[in-house]
């Protein structure tokens, strides 16, 4: 079984990061994380970024970047920053409706990935998509994830968010398995039909078979959790969330 490192999706405690960002690195330092992912950089250079992170320990394990941020004349700005940040992941957390509001839409999105995956494998670099609920509402009888990720092909990372795909009816697990070999990095996200706070642990995802198929697939890198909802503050949530993983042997 692969050992794979945990890290957070900065979005979980984004008013603490716009509040005091090298305080809130340190803290998620302390709580045993070893890795962040950005959604957003608190207007700090990629520099000052790095030199954060080295000066708590951590690693970036990803971004979160708009999709124009990869498009035209952006994407060398987008390459560059992100190399001085020491990312390898450029993972697109949502689209315009324009380029998913229908099957072609979909299709042809997928296709664009796929030349963007492309354009920076040079740079030692993947292009990836992290998926929200609305994927996995079958749009004329077929599944949008499926679409998309059938046309970007095996080079496009599937950052599957395992909330958001049971919020959208589907089996996480399911999808995990399907697409084993795309699965770099994982949001692991709690999902509960009665508990809308609940963190990890609390819920409904089949935890065990979720490591069993990241730690087999030799492929997946980073599990990163990503909590939305607060039952109590987000930095004592992503630490509950921590905890659990812990007892859980991650």
Known sequence: MTEISVGVQLYSVREDCARDLPGTLAAISKIGYTGV?????????????RKLLDDHGLRCCGTHARLDTLLGDALKKTI???QALGNP?????ALPEERRNSIDAWRSTGFLFSELAEKVRPYQMRVGYHNHAVEFK????QIPFDIFFQA?????IMQLDLG??????ANPIEYLKRYASQAVTVHLKEYSAVNP?????QGE???QEVFEVCETNEVTTWYIVEQESYAVPPLEAIAKCREALRRMGK
């Open 80 to 82: 560059e920053f992100n």
């Open 152 to 156: 970007a092909g095996k080079e496009v």
């Open 205 to 207: 995802i089949s935890w």
């Open 138 to 141: 079958p749009l004329h009888g």
């Open 37 to 49: 992912e950005f959604a957003g950089y608190y207007d700090r250079s990629a520099q000052e970024l």
């Open 89 to 93: 992941y450029l993972i697109v957390p």
């Open 197 to 201: 706070k609940a963190w990890i642990g």
């Open 164 to 169: 958001n795909a049971a919020h959208g009816g």
